[in-house]
């Protein structure tokens, strides 16, 4: 079975610092992992995705996220926070297995950036 | 870019009624959409997959002649929640995944916030 943990419900940092949004996944094969961004009363935004290839990803508004398949993690990173950034964030896995593109949520982690 | 329209973003009814989601695949077809419910400060609930032109597919727990799921074409599916009451009142959330493209990110609406009194 897929699944994902996001360990935080709530990480705080200032505008300016670098910030890091934790996930690990439990997957039976292959992993396909997304980071997803939802502002209040919206629905989500693709931020970035590993299938294959380098580690590093990069995506939209700066995000990067590293795969890490020996600790199997995907945390999400930024260098320098904006308050803009506060949202809610969800780390996802992609069930190979079954129905193409349905997807696993982890709980979210809400960033909040003060100024 | 791929963009899934959801409506209306907004409905209030009363206990009772019946109230209809519509999520549309502006451009590109959907075989498959998905339905999710998220609750305050929680995260998203698949409620049930819509396949196009078939029956849709419902997680456990969901009753599925209270959430009725119609996917007539490759661009359009609707969700009908029947004689709602109060406790449905939540966030609907349609994603869908474009089928012409491998390992595509699932693209979502953007929510209907649905009270019931």
New interface residues.
């Given amino acids: 079975a897929q699944s994902v943990a996001q360990p935080e419900d709530q990480v705080n940092v200032a505008e300016g610092n670098p910030l890091t949004v934790k996930c690990t996944y439990s997957v039976s094969g292959n992993p396909y992992l997304f980071w997803y961004v939802q502002y209040p009363n919206r629905g989500l935004q693709f931020l970035l995705k590993y299938i294959t290839g380098d580690n590093l990803v990069k995506g939209s508004y700066g995000f990067e996220a590293e795969f890490n398949k020996s600790q199997t993690s995907f945390h999400l990173k930024k260098p320098s926070a904006l308050v803009s950034d506060s949202a809610l964030y969800f780390c996802a896995v992609r069930d190979t297995g079954s129905t193409l593109g349905r997807l696993y949520f982890g709980r979210g982690t809400q960033l909040t950036v003060w100024p | 870019g791929a963009v899934?329209s959801?409506h209306p973003s907004r409905v209030i009814c009363k206990s009772g009624t019946s109230v209809k989601i519509e999520c549309r695949s502006l451009d590109f077809q959907a075989t498959?959409m998905?339905w999710y419910r998220q609750f305050p400060?929680?995260?998203?609930m698949?409620m049930a997959?819509s396949n196009e032109g078939s029956k849709a597919?419902y997680e456990q727990g969901v009753e599925k002649d209270k959430f009725l799921i119609n996917h007539a074409s490759l661009t359009l599916s609707t969700l009908t929640v029947t004689s709602a009451h109060p406790e449905d009142s939540s966030?609907y959330?349609c994603?869908?995944?474009n089928t012409g493209t491998a390992?595509s990110?699932?693209?979502?609406?953007?929510?209907t916030?649905l009270t019931v009194t």
Avoid: D, M
């Fill in positions: 899934v959801q498959t998905f400060k929680q995260s998203l698949l997959t597919t966030f959330i994603s869908a995944h390992n990110p699932l693209h979502f609406g953007n929510g916030r």
